[in-house]
């Protein structure tokens, strides 16, 4: 089974949204991490070579995957127009 970690900014950006919008983004983290193998990841391009996006309706969480430890690590969660942005 997959487990789930957030980075300390995934983690601050989450508590940013609303209650509401919190409980769907760990609704889909949850089944997302239940469904992992099953599932085909869209990576990211330049300059965001290495990770990957999942789609939370209109928000955004990108991630890395350490396959050793099977573990999908959020690196940010942003509204879909500010996910490709840095900072």
């Known amino acids: 089974m997959w487990s ?3 980075t300390p900014i995934a983690l601050e950006r989450l508590g940013e949204f609303e209650h509401v919008i919190q409980k769907r983004i760990w609704k889909k983290l949850d089944w997302f991490t239940g ?3 099953f599932l085909s990841h869209e990576p990211l391009h330049i300059p965001f070579d290495g990770f990957y996006k999942l789609r ?3 928000v955004r969480a990108v991630y890395s995957i350490d396959f050793e430890r099977k573990q999908v690590i959020i690196q940010s969660i ?3 127009d500010k996910a490709y942005k840095r900072g």
């Open 4 to 6: 789930i970690a957030l």
């Open 56 to 58: 939370i309706g209109d």
């Open 35 to 37: 469904n992992f193998t």
């Open 78 to 80: 942003k509204w879909r």
